[in-house]
């Protein structure tokens, strides 16, 4: 027989241990390094731990910032932006003839989102799956005049990061086989999106109405003592 970690030999071979068991200890003397095996191991698995857990805290966080976002793009404020754009551009000559307002107002919305993902804190193809349509169309929309004021101003970064999260969601779009939306589209469609824009506004307009009516006489009774 042979001791622990030691191989079977033959007459005349010597003993190979593979792990030399000699000297170690658990408890007491000698077992420092045990005690130091253990620390690393709970360190590893806390640290695994405490960068999951931020995992889920960044996620829910970016959650909620995109869930700010969808409120902020349906707002009645942004549907008269977008009305008024659509509007301009079914009716006026030069593509690039935009209201200033409008115009300022939906690219600085895509150039924030874009910028947010540009610096890692979305994800370009989450924000893809909630408003790849939308990205793209606006930019078809906005870029004659972006273009424009990119030249007018010498400033290429001019809503840049719109600009690159629109090339982002149509890559997106070319890889998942969606069709291009281009000029061609958006003359198409204007019609709908003017209608589109026009029932939703009328909606959240409805919303914040209040009526006030009187109170109807056969419901009002008397309290007892007065009767």
């Not at 931020?54 to 793009?73: H, K, M, P, V």
């Not at 079914?90 to 989102?113: C, E, G, I």
Request: charged share 25%; proline share 5%.
């Amino acid at each position: 027989m042979t001791g622990v970690g030691s191989r079977g030999t033959r007459a005349g071979e010597s003993t190979v241990k593979i792990i030399n068991t000699d000297g170690m200890a658990l408890i007491g003397p000698g077992s420092e390094w045990f005690w130091t095996a253990l620390s690393g191991i709970v360190l590893a698995v806390t640290f695994l731990a405490i960068y999951r857990q931020l995992r889920l805290e960044r996620s829910r966080s970016a959650i909620e910032q995109l869930d700010g976002f969808q409120r902020e793009w349906g707002s009645e404020r942004m549907l008269v932006h977008s009305l008024d754009a659509y509007i301009a551009r079914r009716d006026r000559t030069d593509p690039a003839d935009l209201p200033p307002a409008a115009v300022y107002a939906l690219a600085n919305f895509w150039d924030k989102l874009g910028l947010l993902c540009r610096t890692g804190h979305f994800d370009p193809k989450l924000v893809g799956k909630l408003y790849f349509d939308e990205c793209v169309e606006i930019w078809v929309l906005l870029a004659p005049c972006i273009k424009r004021r990119q030249v007018q101003r010498s400033d290429p970064h001019y809503f840049e990061h719109f600009e690159w999260l629109a090339g982002v969601m149509s890559e997106l779009g070319r890889r998942t086989g969606a069709p291009a939306f281009d000029e061609a589209t958006l003359t198409s469609v204007l019609g709908l999106r003017i209608n589109l824009c026009e029932d939703l506004i009328r909606v959240e307009r409805a919303l914040r109405t209040v009526i006030v009516a009187p109170p109807d006489a056969t419901t009002i009774r008397q309290p007892e003592q007065f009767r």
